[in-house]
Each structure stands twice: as C-alpha cells, then as structure tokens.
C-alpha cells in the first residue's frame, strides 16, 4: 500500500458487490427524499495530468481494466470533470446536502429500533443467521479479492518463491475469496493458510471447492471472540500466527464482542505479527439506506437476512486496537497516554497491545451512470502489530532506548 495519511489511503479495487459486504449497483434505488447532487464535485487534490493516463483512458488498448489489475487511488474528480464519464471517483468527501440527508435518515433509524426480542434473537446466536446466509447462496455468488496485494503488499512478498515460512490466519473466511486468491499466487512452499469462520455452512464451501488444497490449507469453524478452551482455532498454537486478515468481519461482531476479538488475534499472533484490516466506516451509502427497524444501537443495524453489521468511525478503531492493552480488566479504553503516570514511567512499547502501523479512509464516489445514480462509500483500512513482549531484565539506558 502507498504511505497514508491520517484520514485517507489510497482506495482499494473492489471485486463485483455481494449482500453480505457491500452494495449491487444494478439494483440499488434510492428513496425519493435523497437530495439532488448532480452539481456535486470535487476539489482537486492532484493537478490534472499532462497526458492522458491509463486510469482515465477509455481506450482498451490502454486503460488499465482490461488486461491488468485497476489502480485504483489516482483518479480524482476535479471541477470541470464529466463526473458520469466513469463509474468511480476516488477520494471524493461527502458534500453538505449528502452529510444532512444522512442526519435525517439516523434519525429515522433511531426512532424505529430493533425490538428487544429481535435483539436477542439476532445477538445470542450469529452463527444461524450467516449459516442460512451461506446455504442460501452458493459458492460462485461470491467474488474473489483480487485486490489484496495491491492493497496489502506484505502478502506478494509472503507468497513469493523466496518468502520466509508463513502461517495467515484468515478470520471471517466466509467462502475463501480471500484464501484463495492468496494461493493461487503463492509460490512459497513454506506458506500455510488457515481459513476460519463461525459459520459451518461458509466452512463445508471452502472444503468443497477445487482449489482447496490441505498442503497449504485448512479450513475450520471458529468464533473470533469465543472464550475458554475455544478462544483459539483448531490447529493453532499462541504466538503462531505471522498475519491476520480481517476483511469485512470486525463489523458483523456485536460492539461487546470486540475485546474478547482483540484479545484473541492478540494471543494468537507472533511478536511482531500483523492484523491486515478493512471494513465499513461511518457515513457509508449502506448505513445511510437502512430503513426503519434495521437500528439495534448507534452505527450497529441488522440486515434483512439476519446478519448484523456495524459502520465504524476512524477513532473508535484507533482506540479499539491502538488504545487495547493486555491485562486491562473491563471495557474497550482508550489509553490515556498524553501527560498520563504510566506514559511517564513505563513508556508506550513497554505495554502489551498493537501499534497502528497504518489506519486510514477510503472514501470513494461509485456513479451509475446509466441512471446518473451517486453513491458515496466509505471503507476504513488498517494494520496493526502486535508489540513485542519487553524482557522483565531489559531496562531502557538513560536515552529511552
């Protein structure tokens, strides 16, 4: 990935959208009440390039898409742009019309919650309603992540004939449209792939599927936040694992969930391991579209299908990951690291927890411009490495090293 900055990454190519992730342009309608914004444009972040790049080409001798995987990130919207002249615009921020239309419809959402019996019922047991998901639909509904290098570019050196022996934990594996890709590019003999889910159903589709291969891979069932003798997958040991990948499932755990989740990527993760991330963030067109008893608590709603999804904001991740330390007794906190005691005489890398190597946002405006449709998505990406555990002898010399 590109170096970021605080608040945005270069967006990530998205495979065709599914129920259980995103949003199908070719059936999506909007409400009668959403503003107009076909004046709506972009300020230019890059001055406009003196050639006609690949990105902006619709010659397929040249473009990009055809042949080649879409490099996604670089095109931006500028305001004399023809904004339905392609069907995607990266780093495009939501205008005032867009930001108030969204109030209106969280406020829609709040007055009309999930009762409290339908709460439990999509609460106490997840599982049911994703193993109805995946044994609704088959394996060939779901589109593989062709992106991931790209966007995460530790896994084209892991996968490489000369990369050191990897263990990748796959979390939330659904039917291996990330596992999969990641080994049919593999050429590293020393690579093992462990794909998980808590839904047995997503788990019999990765086993059924051709390209799975028990020498490199293993499929299990598997609850991210589970506790006790559970609160490890089958075949996995503590401090095993070099890289977690956690695409599009921190979102469907209930907001209790999430401490007990981070614990146990914690556990399972070498020193030095990796958590490679991404999910919705706030203000995505999916939140904004809920209707009316959809809402079971702020940014938490549960879809028509059972399964529940939540739309985080980029400081709630970075508390929840950055801000986690082993050991604390109750509640996601953040640290309290500026001016604190514990700053002062222990030092941040003395705490056990995850350092944000990178967290940002990735807004991008989608067009259907066949209907003149604008449809603003936000998706949060991230990395997260687990710290290594200070020797109780170690003591940092009068430099801070």
Not at 97 to 121: G, L, M, N
Not at 126 to 142: A, D, Q
Not at 185 to 195: C, M, S, T, Y
Request: aromatic share 10%.
């Amino acid at each position: 990935m590109a170096a970021m900055t605080n608040t945005t990454i270069p967006a990530a190519p998205q495979p065709p959208l599914d129920p259980n992730t995103d949003l199908n342009l070719s059936t999506l309608s909007l409400t009668p009440s959403l503003p107009d914004f076909s004046t709506t444009t972009a300020t230019a972040q890059h001055a406009q390039p003196t050639h006609l790049v690949s990105h902006r080409s619709h010659d397929p001798t040249t473009n990009l898409k055809r042949s080649d995987p879409f490099q996604f990130g670089s095109r931006y919207l500028n305001p004399d742009d023809d904004i339905y002249e392609f069907n995607a615009w990266d780093h495009v921020e939501t205008d005032s019309s867009y930001k108030a239309y969204a109030e209106i419809q969280y406020a829609a959402q709040r007055s009309s919650p999930v009762s409290d019996f339908d709460k439990a019922r999509f609460n106490n047991d997840p599982s049911k309603w994703w193993n109805r998901f995946y044994r609704n639909n088959t394996s060939n509904f779901f589109k593989d992540r062709k992106w991931l290098r790209q966007e995460f570019p530790v896994l084209a050196k892991v996968t490489a004939k000369d990369g050191p022996p990897t263990v990748i934990l796959e979390v939330g594996a659904g039917a291996g449209n990330t596992a999969f890709p990641i080994l049919a590019g593999n050429e590293n003999e020393g690579l093992r792939v462990h794909a998980c889910d808590f839904s047995r159903e997503a788990v019999e589709l990765i086993r059924a599927n051709e390209a799975f291969d028990e020498r490199y891979m293993r499929a299990d069932v598997w609850d991210v936040a589970a506790t006790g003798s559970e609160s490890l997958p089958p075949g996995l040991e503590e401090g095993s694992v070099d890289l977690v990948v956690m695409i599009f499932i921190f979102s469907a755990l209930a907001p209790a969930q999430w401490r007990q989740a981070v614990r146990n990527i914690y556990t399972l993760l070498k020193p030095g391991g990796e958590v490679l991330f991404r999910d919705y963030g706030r203000g995505d067109l999916a939140q904004v579209r809920f209707k009316k008893g959809r809402y079971m608590d702020e940014n938490f709603y549960v879809r028509g299908d059972g399964t529940r999804v939540y739309f985080f904001e980029r400081d709630e991740l970075m508390e929840i990951w950055g801000g986690w330390k082993d050991g604390a007794d109750e509640g996601l906190e953040a640290v309290e690291r500026s001016g604190s005691e514990e700053q002062t005489d222990r030092g941040e890398d003395d705490v056990e927890g995850f350092d944000v190597v990178d967290l940002g946002v990735d807004r991008r405006l989608l067009v259907n411009r066949q209907r003149k449709l604008k449809m603003y998505r936000c998706w949060l990406q991230g990395r997260f490495k687990k710290r290594a555990r200070m020797s109780p002898n170690k003591t940092k010399d009068s430099s801070g090293q």
